[in-house]
């Protein structure tokens, strides 16, 4: 299979570019030309010279590529139905109803999405002026929402909103937990929260931090920000997987670090790092989602995009263009 997909690539050329998501499988990642995070395959997509893309994630990272596409470029998934469980935590009907329904109380709400969520969504922020953000820009993002209405709606994640707003000095007691069937909030809140999580992250708790610190106190521990806010307060250091790489990068050698995050990137980290660093999951957790791509997958997209019958992703035109304007405010804001 890695012969056949290696021979499709040489003969497509500059015509083809495969992007990853760090959480993806190692089979995998060897087929990509770039691999990153949310923010950093968003970030390449304007510029990639590739008429067709394949995007190797879950489906609203292959949406946000055929939102951020040119007229000319084409987005291929390998397998479009590996979908985020956070994502559909909260789905395009129910933020509308709410944001709506909070509008109508005279305040100017500005919904800040998380890049996981569907196009849908980043098209209702598009419309109530908001924007997305990723973990890696969500402290930049956040700032920017609060300076630009009265309340910030953050969604679909509740502890990287909760996390974020921590970080910029904000208190408890300015932000909120929002009830969706009673979604009347205080005058006093500044951000609401949609109570939505990662599954991934969700599995890391803190007695699996506590017995790491009985058991190996000289031991680092660094965690992603979608974990709970009582994980992140326990740990050495937190933030977006790019950081958790540059993080694991700059440990002196003889370093023991556990992370707390997907466990395909852990492993990778470890292998990377065999003779130099102790690289261990936190605990093992992966996406089930992530892990639906297989090189098979690559291969037979490769093949239909090559013989001109793969389907492509596509957003409908008002969705696409709303969700568009939110995804480039954050690419100029950051």
């Known amino acids: 299979m890695k012969d056949e997909i290696m021979a499709i690539k040489k003969c497509m050329g500059k015509d083809l570019c495969i992007l990853g998501h760090h959480y993806q499988n190692d089979q995998v990642i060897a087929c990509t030309d770039i691999q990153g995070d949310s923010l950093e395959l968003a970030r390449k997509i304007p510029d990639l010279e590739a008429k067709n893309i394949v995007f190797c994630g879950v489906s609203f990272m292959a949406e946000s590529a055929a939102i951020l596409a040119t007229g000319s470029q084409r987005v ?60 890696a820009n969500a402290d930049k993002m956040l700032s920017w929402a609060l300076d630009q209405g009265d309340l910030v709606l953050f969604l679909p994640d509740k502890n990287l909103g909760r996390n974020t707003g921590k970080n910029l000095g904000l208190k408890d007691q300015d932000m909120a937990i929002l009830n969706l069937k009673e979604p009347e909030l205080s005058s006093k809140i500044s951000l609401a929260l949609w109570p939505g999580l990662c599954a991934v992250h969700f599995r890391f708790k803190q007695d699996h931090v506590l017995k790491i610190r009985r058991e190996n106190p000289l031991a680092k521990i660094v965690v992603h920000p979608e974990c709970d806010p009582t994980i992140v307060a326990l740990a050495d250091a937190s933030g977006s997987t790019s950081f958790i790489i540059d993080y694991v990068q700059g440990l002196k050698p003889g370093s023991t670090v556990y992370i707390g995050t997907e466990t395909n990137l852990v492993h990778r980290l470890a292998a990377k790092y065999l003779h130099e660093k102790t690289v261990l999951p936190l605990v093992e957790s992966y996406c089930s989602n992530m892990n639906k791509t297989m090189e098979v997958d690559i291969l037979n997209i490769l093949r239909a995009v090559h013989a001109g019958t793969a389907t492509e992703i596509t957003v409908p035109g008002e969705t696409s263009k709303l969700a568009r304007k939110a995804l480039e405010t954050m690419l100029k804001v950051c």
């Open 76 to 135: 291929f998934a390998p397998v479009p139905d590996a979908r985020c469980v956070m994502a559909g935590m909260a789905p395009g009907y129910l933020v509308r109803r709410v944001v709506e329904h909070i509008s109508s109380s005279g305040k100017k709400i500005i919904p800040l999405a998380y890049v996981n969520s569907s196009a849908e969504v980043k098209a209702i922020c598009g419309q109530f002026a908001g924007a997305v953000c990723t973990s």
